[in-house]
């Protein structure tokens, strides 16, 4: 029974890490702005550890089962 909680946050931070990472690299290789109106190395940079940071509490939360 507990499991299932920490089933459905590993997946739900696993999945937004993953696009987030996706569609940074996307942006970046095209040479697009990852956030309008601020700098693209710092939007890019701060996208990624965002990205990072989602795909580790989803590997945390997945070991915990």
Do not use: D, K, Y
């Amino acid at each position: 029974m507990e499991s299932e909680p920490a089933i459905f946050a590993g997946t739900v931070f696993s999945l937004f890490g993953g696009g987030l990472l996706a569609w940074t690299v996307t942006r970046v290789r095209r040479q697009l702005p990852v956030a309008q109106g601020v700098r693209p190395v710092a939007s890019a940079t701060v996208a990624s550890v965002v990205a990072v940071l989602a795909l580790a509490v989803g590997t945390w939360c997945f070991t915990r089962l």
